[in-house]
């Protein structure tokens, strides 16, 4: 949960200080733009949701080179926004690939615990081979 926080603050900083905020040549309408994709992208990312965070991620990616190409922005502007979404992006995909990942092995946890009930219990008491009402390992009566 830690990782997930401090990737999710570090995403609000690093935006933020690369420009998602209005200033000079800047609109009030564009920096909202872009904060409000910044804010989706966070909020997703701290719900654990990398993959709704990796979209919101394009969809301001997007905002961005739109904002760019229409002249709101300036092109400094638009690289720095750009490389901190790429960062961000690695940060991301890397969370999402371990929270696959551990939901994997939960899976594979659960199958194994089932398959050593059903074994349990296809064994039952008394079914053991050497076991009271089993058979001797000798072949015996």
């Known amino acids: 949960m830690r990782r ?7 995403l609000v900083v690093v935006l933020s200080l690369a420009g998602c905020a209005a200033g ?7 920096a909202s733009t872009l904060q409000h994709g910044v804010l989706d992208v966070a909020t997703s990312a701290t719900g654990k949701d990398y993959a ?3 979209d919101r991620l394009d969809a301001l990616e997007k905002a961005n080179d739109a904002a760019a ?3 709101r922005i300036t092109a400094q502007r ?10 961000v992006r ?5 969370l999402k690939a371990a ?11 659960q199958l194994q615990q089932q398959q050593e009930e059903q074994q349990q219990q296809h064994q039952g008491p008394g079914k ?14």
């Open 78 to 87: 638009h690289d720095a926004i750009a490389a901190s979404v790429s960062a």
């Open 69 to 71: 190409k229409a002249g």
């Open 52 to 54: 709704g965070a990796l």
């Open 4 to 10: 997930v926080a401090a990737a999710v603050a570090a």
């Open 90 to 94: 690695a940060d991301l995909e890397r």
């Open 24 to 30: 000079d040549g800047y609109s009030a309408a564009t």
């Open 128 to 141: 053991a081979p050497g076991g009271p009402g089993g058979k001797k390992k000798d072949g015996g009566p």
């Open 99 to 109: 929270a696959e990942q551990a939901a994997l092995q939960a899976q594979i946890d």
